[in-house]
């Protein structure tokens, strides 16, 4: 997986899917590799029913962001504005970095 936390992120497909040009974009709150999914952060938001508790006595409803498949995200380029893939390359030390394949920069 060649996205991390931290990055900003498009939805491509799904529910926030693109229309008319205007994208919905997030930054990535969690990764999780074994189950190719991430959770960014305003997008498909879910309601989850809580009982109460001693560590919250009245209970009610909380809404949070669910995981979506990786594959229906792609990095938002800084400098393109536009959603592009990420590769791999060596650096001028010979450092392993990431860029995006649209503009040629540099990810952190």
Same mark, same amino acid.
């Given at each position: 997986? +060649? $996205?991390?936390?931290?990055?900003? #992120?498009?939805?491509?497909?799904?529910? @926030?899917?693109?229309?008319?040009?205007?994208?919905?974009?997030? !930054? =990535?709150?969690a990764?999780?590799?074994?189950?190719? +999914? #991430?959770? #960014?952060?305003?997008?498909? %938001?879910?309601?989850? @029913?809580?009982?109460?508790?001693?560590?919250?006595? *009245?209970?009610? %409803?909380?809404?949070?962001?669910?995981? =979506? @498949?990786?594959?229906?995200?792609?990095? $938002? *380029?800084?400098? !393109?504005?536009?959603?592009?893939?990420?590769?791999?390359? $060596? *650096?001028?030390?010979?450092?392993?970095? +990431?860029?995006?394949?649209l503009?040629?920069? %540099?990810?952190?």
């Amino acid at each position: 997986m +060649r $996205l991390k936390k931290g990055d900003v #992120v498009v939805v491509t497909t799904g529910k @926030h899917k693109p229309n008319h040009g205007t994208y919905t974009t997030g !930054e =990535i709150l969690a990764v999780y590799p074994t189950k190719n +999914r #991430v959770v #960014v952060k305003g997008v498909n %938001i879910v309601t989850k @029913h809580n009982r109460p508790s001693n560590a919250n006595p *009245d209970g009610g %409803i909380t809404k949070k962001e669910a995981p =979506i @498949h990786v594959s229906n995200v792609a990095y $938002l *380029d800084p400098v !393109e504005k536009k959603p592009t893939k990420i590769g791999y390359k $060596l *650096d001028e030390n010979g450092k392993k970095v +990431r860029y995006c394949k649209l503009s040629g920069t %540099i990810i952190k």
